[in-house]
């Protein structure tokens, strides 16, 4: 904790995460503008990096590129993780958040459910025992909104994105990473 930074784009969209000598040779080129740094500020002294010139740096969490850099858009696998993050660790039937979660196929595997996004939701334990291999209807359970394939694709490494989340001054820039479906009726 704390030697991570998050890297924005000129447009505040987030890059990539790096470590924090990085970020400060990104600063001290004058490439980068520090959003936040870390500590309070009598810590901020005390932490503060010393440049060639003898100039304090304080430690940045997150920077601003002054530039804007341009990059394709990357495709977004599907996968558990990416499935949990879509669906921010959250059961798809009962609600409830946790790390006791599984993936539900909503059509069963056997009735010709695919592996895609729009199948696949994030379901705890309880619920996927209750469901078993069934479809939905035959066990009086629904899904809390529709699964889609996530409008937000993060430019940074899924991992790096869902660890930065635990970053509080982070979260500002993170946007929810999440399927904006429509609340199923
Ligand atoms: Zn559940």
Request: proline share 6%; aromatic share 8%.
């Amino acid at each position: 904790m704390g030697q991570e930074v998050l890297v924005l784009n000129s447009d505040y969209e987030p890059l990539n995460v790096c470590n924090i000598r990085r970020a400060i040779v990104l600063v001290y080129l004058g490439k980068a503008d520090i959003l936040h740094a870390h500590g309070e500020d009598e810590k901020r002294e005390a932490e503060a990096w010393f440049t060639a010139e003898g100039q304090s740096i304080a430690r940045p969490s997150v920077v601003k590129l002054r530039q804007h850099v341009r990059r394709p858009l990357p495709e977004l696998k599907l996968s558990r993780r990416s499935i949990f993050a879509r669906d921010n660790y959250t059961c798809q039937y009962c609600g409830q958040v946790g790390k006791e979660l599984t993936i539900d196929h909503v059509v069963p595997k056997h009735n010709g459910g695919p592996m895609s996004w729009e199948n696949l939701v994030t379901c705890c334990k309880r619920c996927n025992t209750r469901k078993g291999d069934k479809p939905l209807e035959k066990c009086g359970m629904k899904l809390n909104r529709q699964p889609r394939r996530p409008r937000y694709t993060p430019y940074i490494a899924l991992n790096k994105y869902v660890s930065g989340t635990r970053h509080a001054v982070w979260r500002d820039y993170l946007p929810i990473f999440t399927d904006v479906g429509g609340v199923v009726q």
